[in-house]
């Protein structure tokens, strides 16, 4: 059975860093691509960043030139580097990935159970 376990949250101050890690557990033919979801208070979740197998990424405006993500093919794990953190950034943070189990099989979409980040002085 597949499962993403994230860790790397915590409370920092302004202008501080964390880095998330995802790891992927489970037999899984191909993951892609991979990425973060966060949800805010009272907000809708979004995309903060994903990557593909093949190493593009995409960020959402919010955080480009702050937020870097990467991955590891060969343990199937996810990171996220995030600088210079803002109070905006507070949100739980979800992993996810879209899994093909074997060749040819349909696409399915695994999400981690979330890691608090919160920012504030």
């Known amino acids: 059975q597949v499962q993403l376990v994230e860790s790397g949250g915590g409370l920092v101050q302004p202008g501080g860093s964390l880095r998330l890690s995802c790891a992927t557990s489970?037999?899984?033919?191909?993951?892609?691509?991979m990425g973060w979801y966060r949800q805010g208070p009272g907000k809708e979740r979004e995309l903060v960043a994903d990557v593909t197998r093949g190493g593009s990424t995409s960020y959402a405006d919010s955080v480009k030139g702050r937020f870097t993500i990467s991955r590891d093919n060969a343990e199937n794990t996810v990171y996220l580097q995030m600088n210079s953190l803002k109070p905006e950034d507070t949100a739980i943070y979800y992993c996810y990935a879209a899994v093909r189990l074997s060749r040819d099989s349909r696409v399915y979409h695994y999400w981690g159970q979330g890691t608090q980040v919160t920012v504030s002085s």
């Open positions: 489970g037999t899984v033919f191909s993951i892609d691509p």
